[in-house]
């Protein structure tokens, strides 16, 4: 390839007309955009598409991690899933959780965005301090619901004051233990989700709402009628960022409650890493796993999508 | 036009993907809201109960940190400690095992993959949002498709492929794994786009090489969306948790939150210590947190990633 030194690069004018005038400085434009595009080129081709044409290679393997030698078994790892109590359970787990968890995060979400989305003196420290439970990390998160559930923890000394008097042990309970997770991931989440309605509040054209003031909307009307609405397109993000993050959900089980009591709490994530590395010889079925549970939150994605409609007018 | 205050960079970002992407926030100016005091006095209230809901654990969890761990737990319960014992903190340092290293894991590694992702961030979305070059648009599709695949689909591959060059158990792993982070390329390549021409068209007559223009006067305009990355960088390397789980297998290897579930099985329910070693893990995140909230605020409502 011949590279000619530019001659004298040309004053720059307007836009169309830059990348003709400059022949040989297109072709260093080139060489530096795939230059500094490399670092991500090599991220995406081994730690993305590489790791995900060698998780299915994995999934089709009887797979371990000591092993010299990894059969192939074709489609066995995924055709076993459907007869494989664990994943049913751990699928069945997960989807009651992530069903629960997105919708009431995401009403709880837009509930404290609307409620910040006003001229209210305060506003900024309300902000601030209902966004604290976003920022602690999960394993923090964790430690401090380990206290507030515990059988004379900060939720039954709450339910004392006002006349509730139980001992109860919700961690360690069938009924409650999937609930209580629930609750603790919508109050750690809900203010991240928060931030992202209360941006996208903003952008709504404050004549929008003046217009539907003069026909004499009231405050409810106008929430379902017009911000709601007009909300669709970050709406649908927040459900698929909330698919993506509770059918994934593992940390909590993990630390509060190793998917016990009797399961009640494992989660598919929380399998996988079982079979990962609890196991032996599970890793092609650790793999078969995750890939289906991909597809089912790709599906969801998809189908979320559909019911939300994003289309938008103004 | 010149590039004078960044409020003008703001309201110039072009977004293809993010959804609210860095508004300079628009004046409130309602008019139609007629405010009586009933209405006022429901409404501070409704925010109270909610203040209340989301903020209690964590008041109770400081109070806490500073009681014995029979108080915690203590039937009935005790607001304030009846004794404070800050000496809490001190024993989270010294009686559990390697504590002090864990918290210097968590700084190193965290700062390491900011400086990291602040120049590969940049750099490759300085690319995908000025130059021209082969494939551009293929690519940044894919970075944008493959945002969406759920990590755990990752995690076996990954975890074989870093065990077989050695890495686990070493700060590499993660480096390896976080060194950019495709969210907040896009995040970076959305707010270059903002930048003007002009200067660059400038410094090409000027016979600047692309390193040079990226580093010296594009990266400079660039503090509003270096600050989000590097702080939400900070944040989810800080509070990572899983891959710390799966990588690291000597304690000496653990960070600040991995440490701190070990609390629970080793230290057999001591609440004193839990308390006070979870103050200790979300202290330096509430500081970076109050003190660069702007940018965190913006970088979150771009990315939709924390």
């Known amino acids: 390839m011949a590279v000619s030194v530019a001659p004298q690069a040309p004053a720059a004018t307007a836009k169309g007309s830059r990348r003709s005038k400059r022949g040989g400085m297109a072709i260093a434009e080139r060489r530096a955009g795939l230059l500094f595009v490399t670092p991500y080129l090599i991220y995406f081709l081994i730690l993305q598409l590489g790791a995900l044409v060698f998780a299915f290679w994995v999934s089709f393997h009887h797979y371990d991690l000591l092993a010299l030698d990894n059969p192939f078994v074709g489609l066995r790892n995924y055709a076993r899933l459907p007869a494989n109590q664990d994943f049913l359970i751990a699928m069945r787990n997960t989807t009651e959780y992530a069903v629960v968890v997105v919708i009431l995060q995401t009403v709880f979400a837009l509930l404290l965005a609307v409620l910040l989305d006003s001229k209210i003196k305060g506003r900024n420290f309300f902000r601030s301090t209902w966004y604290t439970p976003s920022i602690a990390s999960s394993v923090v998160i964790s430690m401090i619901f380990l206290y507030v559930y515990h059988p004379t923890g900060l939720l039954n000394s709450i339910l004392g004051l006002v006349g509730i008097h139980t001992t109860e042990a919700y961690l360690e309970s069938t009924t409650w233990a999937l609930p209580a997770i629930m609750f603790l991931n919508i109050w750690t989440t809900a203010p991240t989700f928060m931030l992202m309605f209360l941006a996208a509040l903003q952008d709504i054209p404050k004549e929008i709402y003046e217009a539907s003031a003069v026909d004499g909307a009231s405050a409810v009307r106008k929430l379902f009628s017009i911000t709601i609405p007009l909300l669709r397109p970050i709406i649908f993000l927040v459900v698929s960022l909330g698919i993506i993050g509770t059918f994934q959900v593992f940390d909590q089980m993990f630390i509060m409650t190793s998917g016990g009591p009797l399961k009640a709490t494992l989660s598919v994530a929380l399998l996988i890493y079982d079979n990962l590395f609890k196991d032996t010889g599970t890793v092609g079925v650790a793999c078969a796993e995750a890939i289906v549970l991909g597809l089912v939150i790709f599906a969801l994605t998809l189908i979320s999508r559909r019911v939300i409609d994003t289309r938008i007018e103004y | ?306």
């Open chain 2, 1 to 306: 036009m010149g590039i004078g205050s960044s409020q003008a960079l703001d309201t110039k970002i072009n977004a293809p993907v993010a959804i609210a992407t860095m508004p300079a926030p628009r004046e409130v100016k309602d008019t139609t809201e007629r405010i009586n005091a009933l209405e006022v006095v429901v409404r501070y209230a409704l925010y109270i109960v909610i203040t209340l809901f989301l903020f209690t654990p964590f008041v109770m969890t400081v109070l806490s940190s500073f009681k014995t761990s029979a108080e915690v737990i203590a039937f009935p319960p005790t607001l304030l400690p009846s004794v404070w014992h800050p000496e809490n903190y001190l024993n989270v340092l010294t009686q559990i095992n390697g504590f002090p290293r864990m918290i210097f894991n968590s700084f190193f590694i965290t700062f390491a993959a900011v400086a990291l992702n602040l120049f590969f961030d940049s750099l490759v979305g300085y690319a995908f949002a000025r130059l021209e070059f082969p494939y551009k648009n293929t690519l940044f599709a894919i970075m944008i498709a493959t945002m969406v695949i759920p990590g755990f689909v990752f995690i076996v591959p990954r975890y074989i492929l870093l065990l077989n060059a050695h890495l686990v158990n070493t700060y590499g792993a993660l480096l390896v794994l976080y060194f950019l982070q495709p969210g907040y390329i896009l995040l970076m390549t959305q707010f270059f786009k903002s930048i003007p021409r002009d200067l660059e068209e400038a410094a090409i007559v000027d016979g600047m090489g692309w390193f040079g223009i990226f580093w010296k006067i594009i990266l400079p305009l660039a503090r509003p969306a270096l600050l989000a990355t590097g702080i939400l960088t900070f944040a989810g390397m800080w509070n990572g948790f899983f891959d710390w789980l799966i990588y690291m297998q000597d304690a000496t290897m653990f960070n600040i939150q991995l440490g701190l579930t070990t609390f629970r099985s080793v230290y057999q329910n001591q609440w004193d210590l839990i308390m006070a070693g979870s103050v200790l893990a979300i202290l330096p995140i509430l500081l970076v947190y109050l003190v660069g909230q702007r940018y965190f605020v913006r970088g979150i409502a771009t990315t939709g990633m924390k």
